[in-house]
C-alpha cells in the first residue's frame, strides 16, 4: 500500500525524525502475527500491532537511521476496524502509529499511567493530523485513478 508510506513518513516527521530515518512496515495474517508474539514475546496469541525498536539493546546506535519494523496483523486491522466503523486503512494507519510510537520510545505497557496516558494523546495528535493532512489527499488520488472518476 503506497498509502502507508506517506502515513509513515508524515508520523515520522512530525515526531521530528531525520529524514533519513528507516523503517520496515510488514502486514502478516493472524497466524505470522501470533508466531512471532509467541517467539519474541512470549505470548501465544495473535495482536494487532508488534514493534521491533533497533536503537535499543545491544545493536543500539550501529545504524542510527534505522528506527525498527512495525508488524500489523491485517486480520485484527481488519476485525477491529469492523468494530469500530472506520476503514481498513484508517484502522491501519491507526496501527501504524502505535508501533511507531513504541519505536521511538514511548510505552504503554511497561511505563507508568502517566506515560500510558502520553503515549494515547499522542496517538490521537497524530491520528488528528493524518485526517486533516493525508487522508483526503489520498482519498483524492484514488478517485482520480478510478475508472468511475473519469479516469482510464
Known amino acids: 500500500m503506497a498509502g502507508l508510506k506517506t502515513v ?3 508520523i515520522l516527521s512530525a515526531l521530528e525524525c531525520p529524514e533519513e530515518t528507516e523503517l520496515s512496515i510488514v502486514i502478516v495474517d493472524d497466524e505470522q502475527i501470533q508466531e512471532i508474539n509467541r ?3 512470549q505470548r501465544d496469541k495473535p495482536t494487532n500491532v508488534i514493534s521491533f525498536a533497533q536503537q535499543e539493546g545491544e545493536g543500539a546506535g550501529i545504524c542510527p537511521e534505522l528506527l525498527g519494523d512495525v508488524v500489523i496483523s491485517a ?23 502505535h508501533g511507531i510510537l513504541h519505536l521511538v520510545g ?6 507508568t499511567q502517566e506515560q500510558a496516558e502520553l503515549m494515547e494523546q499522542k496517538e490521537s495528535e497524530l491520528f488528528k493530523l493524518l485526517q486533516q493532512d ?3 489527499q489520498l482519498e483524492a488520488v484514488t ?6 472518476a473519469g479516469g482510464v
Open 8 to 10: 509513515a513518513k508524515t
Open 39 to 41: 517467539d519474541y514475546l
Open 75 to 97: 486480520d485484527t486491522a481488519q476485525r477491529d476496524a469492523l468494530d469500530a466503523e472506520v476503514s481498513f486503512f484508517s484502522e491501519l494507519s491507526f496501527l501504524l502509529i
Open 106 to 111: 514511548y510505552d504503554h505497557e511497561r511505563g
Open 134 to 136: 493525508v487522508f483526503p
Open 143 to 148: 478517485a482520480s485513478d478510478s475508472p468511475t
